[in-house]
């Protein structure tokens, strides 16, 4: 499972999943230096980190490298749900304290979430019907 991103690793792989596409380092150095002062060092040890970590493949070109995210934002994000919820002593309590968290907006996206997940289940196996 994975560790939560520390906050640079963040600001990188924000951009990555963002842009969609495989970056080099002087983008994504470009990128951070409207908001803060960065070497360029300091990022290409970061992606390396992050490539390391298994959250970034890379592909060389020429002397430098492409990076692209392995997964997207809502996995990372889901992986972290996963593991938090697995690391509780009382699932059902954790999920009834986190859902008393929830916005409307974050209630309304968890109910869309579980009609997708219940329109993908095979028919029988969907909550109501017949062998559930």
Known sequence: MPRPLGELEDAVMTRV???NRPVTVREVLEDLQRERSIAYTTVM?????????????????????RYAAVSTRAAYAAALMNEAWSASDNPAAAL?????????????ALRDAMRVVRLGAPPGDR??????
Not at 96 to 108: L, P
């Open 127 to 132: 909550p109501g019907e017949a062998g559930s």
């Open 45 to 65: 040890t970061v992606m390396d980190n992050l490539h390391q970590k298994g959250w970034l493949r890379r592909e060389a070109e020429g002397r430098a490298y």
């Open 96 to 108: 009834v304290a986190f859902f008393g968290m929830m916005s409307e907006e974050q209630r309304a």
């Open 17 to 19: 999943w963002q842009w």
